[in-house]
Protein backbone atom coordinates (compact mmCIF):
# COMPACT_ATOMS: atom_id res chain seq x y z
CA UNK A 1 0.00 0.00 0.00
CA UNK A 2 1.04 3.29 0.24
CA UNK A 3 3.04 5.12 2.50
CA UNK A 4 0.97 6.72 5.27
CA UNK A 5 0.88 10.50 4.63
CA UNK A 6 1.62 12.36 7.83
CA UNK A 7 -1.26 15.03 8.70
CA UNK A 8 0.27 18.20 10.11
CA UNK A 9 -1.86 19.70 13.09
CA UNK A 10 -2.17 22.49 15.05
CA UNK A 11 -4.03 21.90 18.15
CA UNK A 12 -5.83 23.94 19.82
CA UNK A 13 -5.50 26.31 16.88
CA UNK A 14 -8.30 28.52 19.17
CA UNK A 15 -10.63 28.29 21.92
CA UNK A 16 -13.66 30.38 21.90
CA UNK A 17 -15.88 30.33 24.51
CA UNK A 18 -15.04 26.63 25.98
CA UNK A 19 -15.63 25.34 22.10
CA UNK A 20 -11.75 24.43 21.53
CA UNK A 21 -10.71 24.15 17.62
CA UNK A 22 -8.07 22.30 15.88
CA UNK A 23 -6.95 22.15 12.18
CA UNK A 24 -5.18 20.05 10.39
CA UNK A 25 -4.12 19.22 6.66
CA UNK A 26 -2.21 16.85 4.30
CA UNK A 27 -1.80 16.23 0.25
CA UNK A 28 -4.87 14.26 -1.54
CA UNK A 29 -5.15 14.24 -5.25
CA UNK A 30 -9.10 11.98 -4.87
CA UNK A 31 -12.23 11.50 -3.01
CA UNK A 32 -10.80 8.49 -1.59
CA UNK A 33 -7.20 10.34 -0.26
CA UNK A 34 -8.92 12.92 1.05
CA UNK A 35 -11.61 10.90 3.04
CA UNK A 36 -8.55 8.37 4.14
CA UNK A 37 -6.69 11.43 5.61
CA UNK A 38 -10.40 12.43 7.94
CA UNK A 39 -9.84 8.86 8.71
CA UNK A 40 -6.20 8.94 9.83
CA UNK A 41 -7.49 11.89 11.87
CA UNK A 42 -10.39 10.44 13.57
CA UNK A 43 -7.96 7.45 14.32
CA UNK A 44 -6.66 9.38 17.47
CA UNK A 45 -9.49 8.85 20.29
CA UNK A 46 -9.74 12.99 21.09
CA UNK A 47 -10.45 13.44 16.77
CA UNK A 48 -13.15 10.71 16.91
CA UNK A 49 -15.06 12.00 20.05
CA UNK A 50 -15.00 15.53 18.65
CA UNK A 51 -18.22 17.01 17.85
CA UNK A 52 -17.26 18.22 14.31
CA UNK A 53 -14.46 16.91 11.65
CA UNK A 54 -15.37 19.90 8.85
CA UNK A 55 -13.28 19.68 5.21
CA UNK A 56 -12.56 20.92 1.74
CA UNK A 57 -10.41 20.33 -0.74
CA UNK A 58 -9.87 21.13 -4.29
CA UNK A 59 -9.20 18.04 -5.92
CA UNK A 60 -8.24 18.37 -9.94
CA UNK A 61 -12.24 17.46 -10.96
CA UNK A 62 -13.61 20.13 -8.72
CA UNK A 63 -13.71 20.75 -4.70
CA UNK A 64 -15.32 18.24 -2.39
CA UNK A 65 -16.18 19.00 1.17
CA UNK A 66 -18.05 17.92 4.06
CA UNK A 67 -20.05 19.99 7.10
CA UNK A 68 -19.99 17.03 9.45
CA UNK A 69 -23.22 18.66 11.70
CA UNK A 70 -21.52 22.29 11.34
CA UNK A 71 -23.80 23.11 8.45
CA UNK A 72 -21.90 25.77 5.96
CA UNK A 73 -18.06 25.21 7.74
CA UNK A 74 -16.90 22.94 4.16
CA UNK A 75 -18.31 25.98 2.47
CA UNK A 76 -15.83 28.58 4.49
CA UNK A 77 -13.06 26.22 4.29
CA UNK A 78 -13.54 25.86 0.44
CA UNK A 79 -13.90 29.58 -0.23
CA UNK A 80 -10.04 29.73 2.06
CA UNK A 81 -8.56 27.40 -0.01
CA UNK A 82 -10.14 29.06 -3.62
CA UNK A 83 -8.50 32.22 -2.49
CA UNK A 84 -5.35 30.94 -1.31
CA UNK A 85 -5.31 28.83 -4.40
CA UNK A 86 -4.29 25.74 -2.07
CA UNK A 87 -5.28 22.84 -4.30
CA UNK A 88 -4.78 19.09 -3.58
CA UNK A 89 -4.49 19.78 0.31
CA UNK A 90 -7.35 18.10 2.52
CA UNK A 91 -7.98 20.70 5.76
CA UNK A 92 -10.03 19.73 8.40
CA UNK A 93 -10.98 21.91 11.05
CA UNK A 94 -12.00 20.23 14.47
CA UNK A 95 -14.07 21.84 16.78
CA UNK A 96 -15.06 20.54 20.80
CA UNK A 97 -18.49 21.92 21.54
CA UNK A 98 -17.81 23.58 25.03
CA UNK A 99 -21.84 24.24 25.94
CA UNK A 100 -22.13 28.05 23.96
CA UNK A 101 -23.52 28.39 20.76
CA UNK A 102 -21.36 30.79 19.02
CA UNK A 103 -23.69 31.73 16.35
CA UNK A 104 -21.82 33.53 13.65
CA UNK A 105 -18.87 33.36 15.11
CA UNK A 106 -18.21 29.50 14.68
CA UNK A 107 -17.85 30.70 10.88
CA UNK A 108 -14.89 33.18 11.43
CA UNK A 109 -13.40 30.62 14.06
CA UNK A 110 -12.89 28.00 11.08
CA UNK A 111 -11.67 30.72 9.00
CA UNK A 112 -8.83 31.87 11.38
CA UNK A 113 -8.33 28.11 11.41
CA UNK A 114 -7.80 28.04 8.06
CA UNK A 115 -5.98 30.77 7.63
CA UNK A 116 -3.43 29.81 10.42
CA UNK A 117 -3.07 26.10 9.07
CA UNK A 118 -2.29 28.24 5.30
CA UNK A 119 0.63 30.52 7.26
CA UNK A 120 1.99 27.45 9.13
CA UNK A 121 2.66 25.63 5.83
CA UNK A 122 2.84 27.97 3.46
CA UNK A 123 4.25 25.43 0.83
CA UNK A 124 1.32 22.99 0.93
CA UNK A 125 -0.43 24.51 -1.60
Known sequence: GRGRVTLRIIDPVLTDRGSRYAVAGGPASSRAEAE?????????????????????????????????????????ILRMLERADCRGQVVIVTRWFGGVKLGGDRFRNVQAAVRAWLAEFPGAG
Open 36 to 76: ALVADLKRERRFAKATHNTWGVILPDGPLKADDGEAGAGSV
